[in-house]
Nanobody
Framework: QVQLVESGGGLVQAGEPLRLSCVAS????????LGWFRQAPGKEREFVGA????????IYAESLKGRFTISKDNAKMTVYLQINSLEPADTGVYYC??????????????????WGQGTQVTVSS
């Protein structure tokens, strides 16, 4: 079992940066990838990006490249999502998720086994 707890969301102004955190616990993540997803009201859950715990390989949704950066701190068992130049369209609940690292598409939500409760991000214009 892997437990995930997100934090760092809130109400922010457009153009500001924000860093979300996801603390993992329960078992080693050596063989896992950690993904970030977001869900806006009335929309489907959307892939933001993911990072491999073992080698820090990262991938991002093509439409979101440039403003989003994923990193990790092994000692703190924490994955971060840095969002720069926030836009109102970035409003939504941001989720952290974990799955075993395989060759399967990392961007599909159903491929993840563990999810956090989410953290709300609201961007005002």
């Amino acid at each position: 079992q892997v437990q995930l707890v997100e934090s760092g969301g809130g109400l922010v102004q457009a153009g500001e940066p924000l860093r979300l955190s996801c603390v993992a616990s329960g078992r080693t993540l050596r063989h896992h990838i950690l993904g970030w997803f977001r869900q806006a009201p009335g929309k489907e859950r959307e892939f933001v990006g993911a990072i491999s715990w073992s080698d820090a390989q990262t991938i991002y949704a093509e439409s979101l490249k440039g403003r989003f950066t994923i990193s990790k701190d092994n000692a703190k068992m924490t994955v971060y999502l840095q969002i720069n130049s926030l836009e109102p369209a970035d409003t939504g609940v941001y989720y952290c998720a974990a799955r075993l690292k395989t060759l399967r598409d990392w961007s599909i939500p159903s491929g993840y086994d563990y999810w956090g409760q989410g953290t709300q991000v609201t961007v005002s214009s």
